[in-house]
């Protein structure tokens, strides 16, 4: 498996290279906007949870990925259904997110199952 710090990063550089794909519209540039936060905080935060203070900390770290990542995959899931200029674009990176976010759960409950022992 791939190390998770170059995954995530990659993620917000795939997903930011499908935006600049994106026309330029009112319609589009919110969700561009919104794609290109939230994939970049995947990575942003899963850096910042492995000098986590404490395993409370890193659970807590690890819960804002989570919802990043899911936020991500709710953006692609949008571009999928009314972008199909890109929908085979869209639907690898929501592959990717949907991989990530199960990868994030898992690691929170090791972590948590781990905190009790």
Known sequence: MQDLKFRTRKFAIDSWKFCKLV???R???AWV???IRS???VGA??????RAKST????????IVEEEVDES??????????YADHKEDASILHK???ELLAIIVASIKTAKKNKRT
């Open 45 to 50: 935060n899963y850096r910042v949870s492995q």
């Open 27 to 29: 319609e589009f540039d």
């Open 73 to 82: 995959a709710y953006w692609l899931e949008l571009f999928q259904e009314v």
């Open 23 to 25: 026309p330029r519209s």
């Open 96 to 98: 990717e997110a949907t």
């Open 33 to 35: 906007r919104q794609l």
């Open 56 to 63: 409370a900390d890193f659970i807590n770290k690890l819960k």
């Open 39 to 41: 994939s970049s905080y």
